[in-house]
């Protein structure tokens, strides 16, 4: 088990975000996280990766108690993750974001680096080796010594996702990769989780694209109001009543519910 959650708990004020978590990804499995907006999905991976400070529960990484740990320390563990709005460095080259990524196992001091030693110039050059690499593996084409900031949306997107494999986690963690891409782009992009699934690294998603999430997941966590409404393989969750009324927002009918699962069908079938 890669990672454990458990009775996980965030508050603000009065407002709970999460309210007693409970999921688990295991060594190779991709997971999707899916609910309602607001269901607390994204300030789940915030506490997951460090960026909140829960106030309850607990999160283990391959093990290890990482609950309350800054994100560097948890990255240093062995997750990595991307975010819903892009956070690369615009001012740098499409290489040099993903040069970044590295620095977790990268072997140089501030000393090396002050004085260009040997071992800096080899770490430099294993660097740019590496994140050429991942830049190879996630597909981008094209000028990487140019500003980022110059790409198309797509490409900056497995920019994203290239600097996240090249910190070499366990867990990557990608919160709504689909966003903002058009079709073809959303296929690609299936093709390239289920790539990195094969270099048996863990993957934990959440997503708004049902037919993505349909096809890619091979376990799906459904949250409402913070909550696990449901947990299991795609095919169980789709039909699962109370999955039916999260998404509608009310108490559903037999025709809305049946409407509701065709919709996921015609989704996934769609992206197949």
């Keep these: 088990m890669i990672l454990e959650v458990t009775d996980l708990r965030l508050a603000f004020g009065g407002v709970r975000a999460v309210d007693g978590l409970t999921f688990s990804v295991d060594e190779g499995e991709i997971v999707s996280i899916i609910g309602p907006n607001g269901a607390g999905k994204t300030s789940a991976f915030n506490c997951v990766s460090g960026f909140y400070q829960p106030t309850g529960g607990a999160v283990r990484l391959a ?30 080259s499409v290489l040099d974001n993903v040069r970044a990524g590295t620095h977790l196992w990268l072997r140089q001091s501030a000393f ?31 000028d990487r010594a140019g500003l980022v900031r110059h790409l198309p949306y797509g490409e900056q997107r497995r920019v ?11 867990l990557l963690l990608l919160d709504e990769p689909a966003a903002g891409l058009n079709h073809g782009e959303k296929a690609e992009l299936l093709t390239l989780i289920r790539r990195i699934r094969e270099l048996g690294m863990a993957i934990a998603l959440i997503e708004h ?6 096809e890619v997941s091979e376990r799906v966590v459904v949250l409402n109001f913070g909550k696990e409404i449901a947990d299991g393989p795609p095919e169980e969750v789709r039909q699962a009543p109370a999955v039916i009324e999260a998404y509608l927002g009310q108490a559903a009918d037999d025709d809305e519910v049946h409407a509701a699962r ?6 996934g079938a769609h992206h197949a």
């Design 63 to 92: 093990g290890e108690y990482v609950t309350g740990l800054r994100p560097s320390a948890v990255a240093a563990r062995g997750l990595a993750r991307t975010f819903q709005n892009l956070r690369l460095f615009g001012e740098l």
């Design 112 to 142: 090396d680096a002050v004085l260009h030693t040997p071992r800096y110039r080899r770490s430099e050059r294993e660097s740019t080796d590496e994140a050429h690499t991942w830049l190879d593996f996630v597909g981008l084409r094209g």
């Design 160 to 170: 994203e996702i290239a600097r996240a494999l090249a910190r070499r986690p366990k």
């Design 209 to 214: 694209d049902m037919g993505l999430v349909m």
């Design 262 to 267: 065709a919709g996921f069908e015609e989704e």
